[in-house]
């Protein structure tokens, strides 16, 4: 059975949210997803701080 990501300390920047999540190795990881449609980006950061900076830079090409 496949384990199931639960995200909390869920946050948006523009069309990017911020999840809080622990991986399958039980680490806690940030996940930032662009929330346009098409976009398709994605990335785990290990820290917040990361995650925020990614959101904050994305330019998302579909836009």
Do not use: E, N
């Not at 946050?11 to 399958?24: F, N």
């Not at 997803?33 to 701080?49: E, F, H, K, L, N």
């Amino acid at each position: 059975m496949p384990a199931h990501d639960h995200f909390h300390s869920v946050m948006s920047i523009g069309p990017v949210q911020i999840g809080t999540h622990r991986d399958r190795h039980g680490q806690t990881k940030h996940a930032a997803v662009c929330t346009a449609d098409r976009c398709g980006w994605s990335a785990d950061y290990t820290s917040q701080s990361a995650a925020q900076l990614a959101a904050r830079t994305h330019r998302c090409k579909i836009r």
